[in-house]
């Protein structure tokens, strides 16, 4: 009779620890495709914003013969763009990318004097491409921080919370837009 | 939204697209046996029916999606003379963290879109250049997320599994009725069914058709709401979409290209006489109006409230 009742309890513990281990595996697995998901998010961010640096020079190619006496909005363009793709730390990239925004939102305006300008086939293509390319921006960043969400909330959650810091997952930080960055830029010409 | 209601209710979804497709498969067979039975071969109009409905769900498996585009005279989307179009797609891609769909163009001044194809990485979407002369790229990025939620939802298989479904117990009634306007059900070979037996056949008959098509309007109404509040999630602008679809609803237009079959895939139904005097279980889609007061009426977590400028997004 005792025999029995060790037996089972031990069958019992095994049955359990089974359980426990399978848990532990599905956990760590959906984590770790809740990170992937995460940092694929974030490489999305990178690649657009490389698209952005690769259409400015062409932008002030077309725009500079137009506006011989606006230089100084096309140098600082260039110059914002030097900037950024230099920049060094999520701080500073932060803000050279608002600087950069902040400079092609100028030239935008600047361009709106210029009917000319406005009526150009090329420039009128590059404006619709960087606005593409800053809605994607906004769009990676917008999903990225959606995956953080996703991936702390995980985290932090019961019961998962007990086993992912066994399992060397930390939360992770979201993506702050300061409120200048936020303001719509305007580069609809139509 | 909340993320996990959303993907606990894309999960719900799935799982009664599935319960749809086989209640329909189930209804082909049974109308198959009926009209079997009025000719004297309950086995063999069985036997026919899943042979027809095997045919079909392969054909549409695999060309489903060119057989729609070629119906609505669709063209693929060129970089040259799509770039709006292109551009938005990648942006509503990128929102939604989906592979990026084929665009096609339907050269058409009415303002209308669908989407189709398998999977998430088999879809295209579709846009009539009217879309895009009607509406802001605001409203524009609605309607393009509304159909990637469709995609997102695994809507745009059934949707197409379903409407060739229908529309092959459609057709079987059609050539069932023609055969009785000829010949009449012959005497004949009908000898040794029973009386009551022919009277259901004849009821089985005759409801089936009615029947594939309520279930599929009443499954295709759910969809439209879910795929306008993944759009909202998407765009975190609900006011866009609300006035696009305004827009759509308010033009006078006729989409030629639209018919019987592919109207229920569009983001609004575009054969305007059929919804306004269809009934109300035979919709495909919610009213306009109701979608428009859900989407005004959406509170989003993380700041944007409808009616307000779109946050930080180039218009």
Known sequence: MLGLGIGVVLLAILGLLVLLVGWGILTYNALVALRNQLQNAWAQIDVQLKRRYDLIPNLVEVVKDYMQYEQEVLTKVTEARAAAVSAQGPAEQARAENALTGALRQLFAVVENYPELKANENVMRLQEELTGTENRIAFARQFYNDSVMRFNTRLQTFPTNVIAGLLGFTPQEFFETDDAEREPVKVDLR | METRGLYGEIAANRRRSLLLVFSLSALLGA?????????????????????????????????????????????????????????????????????????????????????????????????????????????????????????????????????????????????????????????????????????????????????????????????????????????????????????????????????????????????????????????????????????????LPGGAQPGQESPDRVS
């Open chain 2, 31 to 299: 109308f198959g046996a009926a009209l079997g039975t009025l000719y004297g071969h309950s086995g063999a109009g069985l036997v026919v029916a899943i042979a027809v409905a095997i045919a079909l769900l392969l054909t549409t498996w695999y060309g489903g999606a060119s057989m729609t585009l070629a119906a609505s005279s669709a063209r693929p989307a060129e970089p040259a003379r799509d770039q709006v179009r292109l551009n938005v797609v990648q942006e509503m891609a990128i929102a939604a963290g989906m592979p990026v769909p084929e665009v096609y163009v339907i050269e058409d001044s009415a303002p209308n879109a669908f989407a189709t194809g398998r999977d998430p990485d088999h879809a295209v979407v579709a846009v009539t250049t009217g879309l895009q002369e009607k509406l802001d790229r605001d409203e524009l990025q609605g309607v393009i997320a509304h159909e990637l939620a469709h995609v997102r939802n695994y809507d745009i298989r059934y949707t197409t599994l379903v409407a060739v479904t229908v529309g092959a117990i459609v057709l079987l009634a059609d050539f069932a009725l023609r055969r009785m306007w000829w010949s009449g059900p012959t005497r004949s070979r009908n000898r040794d069914a029973s009386g009551p037996l022919i009277l259901i056949a004849v009821l089985v008959a005759v409801l089936a058709p009615l029947s594939a098509r309520l279930l599929q309007a009443a499954v295709s109404r759910k969809r439209e709401t879910l795929a306008d509040l993944g759009s909202a999630q998407m765009t975190r602008y609900p006011e866009a979409l609300a006035r696009a679809l305004e827009k759509i609803e308010a033009d006078p237009e006729v989409l030629e290209a639209a018919n019987r079959a592919t109207a229920p895939l569009y983001i609004v139904n575009p054969i305007k006489s059929f919804e306004k005097r269809a009934a109300g279980l035979l919709r495909s889609h919610p009213p306009t109006e109701e979608r428009v007061r859900l989407l005004r009426g959406l509170v």
